[in-house]
């Protein structure tokens, strides 16, 4: 109850003291704030080298074939090269696992890279990305999810999209999965919801409907949306004034003091002169900032967690079930396994049979328990506990900061990723919108034929939409 008193009474104060200021207010509390700080340190930011390659490759990534073909058609065969060369390496090195395939996989990307930079074809480009995505996609999905190999036949239709169509194909692919499942399957729990202040055990913060189980502590959540909005603007604003179009103002979109939007306000005309890439550039970024930030905050999530906690150090207990023998074994939260049976705990309880004995040595003293047939895995034995790896002696004075600090890169994770794939949906006024009408708009067809084409794709996108939200109205409906 004191967390809430204290943020309804800064969000009150925070408001009060916008409303006195001049900002353009929206429904009475959404305010745009718009300053002039920041834009000296994006155009200073713009004068570093490397931003024009850095966004021919977020075109790559993000739009997969049909990005490297664009670029081919813009003269940018140079920079693919490169490009075709840290893709293929990452391929090699995900796919090839003996030196001697590894090898022969990286002469062969080398012989294509120097192909592609001396006799640049467009569709030969198309194709060799496409292959090239193909091997990362078809991969990654196994590496992601194994038993994918079991549902080939939704795999490698998904795995060709994405290779030709990149990551809005994924979007879409995804949006058709859930309509199916909502439609024939009965499902539920929508596709897409909006992310809304809730409170949680008397605690704000923000949760979305239809998803009880994620819910980000409001502190942690401005915090990453702080980050997110930063990073998806400022790399927007950049490559503007890489391209020599200045910015008008920066400036945030609040509810209140809570922060739902950002933005970046070039100037509109001289977007409108510039060449169709540099548009796309400009467009890109946004996403692969957020993205950028999402890898980088799985990086630093790592290395805390390997650095905080080890499984040499035992085995520590989480909840323990009622009635199961780590109960009657007087096991209880808390409590450090270190040894079962003078072996590590971790791979002992790996392959765990029935009706075994146990002899575990603990820090709070042994404890002897017999296991018992698994509630839900036949065969299998179960002691009933929930455990996590304890935090390295040394470190246990600093372990709440650890343990929020693990959080906080969790949220941003998250939320990083689920912006930066919404941002790449291919209709306006999302930037996925804009840089596939760059890129029909580059094949010089009949102005007729790109608005239906344009007009198709919203029109399927919407759909799906409506379907994946439909769910939203069965939990409104029991809330009111």
């Known amino acids: ?83 075709f060369l840290i893709f293929g390496l990452f391929a090699c ?8 395939l590894f090898i022969a996989g990286l002469l062969f990307v080398l012989l294509v890279a120097a192909i592609i930079r001396k006799f640049p074809n467009h569709y030969l480009i198309f194709v060799v990305f496409s292959v090239l995505i193909f091997t990362i996609a078809s991969k990654g999905y196994l590496i992601i999810f194994p038993h994918a190999q079991m549902e080939i036949l939704t795999t ?67 915090i990453a949306l702080i980050i997110l909005l930063t990073s998806h603007e400022i790399s927007h604003g950049i490559l503007s004034y890489v391209h020599k179009i200045n910015l008008k103002s920066t400036g945030l979109l609040t509810f209140g003091i809570i922060p739902i939007g950002a933005f970046v306000e070039p100037d509109e005309e001289g977007l409108k002169k510039c060449e169709g890439y540099k548009r796309m550039q400009i467009y890109v970024m946004g996403s692969f900032a957020n993205f950028v930030v999402a890898m980088t905050g799985v990086l630093l999530l790592t290395l805390l967690v390997s650095a905080a906690y080890s499984p040499d150090n035992g085995m520590l207990v989480g909840s323990v079930m009622n009635n199961s023998p780590a109960y009657y074994a007087n096991l209880s939260e808390g409590t450090t396994i270190y040894k079962i049976d003078n072996e590590n705990p971790w791979k002992q309880l790996q392959n765990l049979s029935q009706n075994k004995t146990l002899n575990l040595e603990t820090n709070k003293g042994n404890r002897t328990l017999t296991t018992t047939q698994h509630p839900n895995i036949e065969g299998r034995g179960y002691i009933g506990i929930t455990y996590s790896v304890p935090i390295n002696k040394g470190l246990q004075n600093f372990e709440n900061f650890i343990r929020i600090l693990t959080e906080l890169l969790g949220w941003i994770i998250l939320l990083n990723f689920l912006v930066g794939i919404t941002n790449l949906m291919p209709i306006s006024p999302f930037d996925g919108g804009k840089m596939i009408e760059e890129v029909i708009a580059s094949l010089n067809l009949n102005e007729e034929i790109v608005r239906h084409i ?23 409906s029991e809330i009111f």
């Open 1 to 83: 109850m004191l967390g809430i008193f204290v943020f309804s009474v800064l969000f009150f104060v925070g408001t009060a003291f916008l409303m006195r200021r001049n900002c353009q207010r929206y429904l009475g509390i959404i305010f745009l704030i718009r300053t002039k700080y920041g834009i000296k340190f994006i155009e200073k930011a713009s004068k570093l080298p490397g931003w024009k390659f850095i966004a021919d490759f977020a075109i790559v990534a993000s739009l997969s074939g049909i990005g490297a073909l664009y670029l081919s058609s813009q003269g940018r065969a140079k920079n693919l090269s490169v490009i």
């Open 93 to 100: 090195f995900i796919n090839f696992h003996t030196i001697e």
């Open 156 to 222: 490698l239709p998904m795995s060709i999209l994405i290779s030709i169509f990149g990551l809005p194909a994924f979007i879409i692919g995804a949006l058709t999965t859930h309509a199916f499942e909502i439609i024939f399957a009965g499902s539920e729990i929508p596709g897409v919801s909006p992310m809304l202040p809730s409170i949680k055990d008397g605690e704000i913060g923000l949760g979305f409907l239809g998803y009880e189980g994620i819910f980000i502590p409001i502190w942690y959540g401005i």
């Open 454 to 476: 344009i007009l198709a794709i919203i029109g399927i996108v919407l759909f799906l939409l409506i379907i994946n939200a439909s769910p939203i109205l069965k939990i409104i």
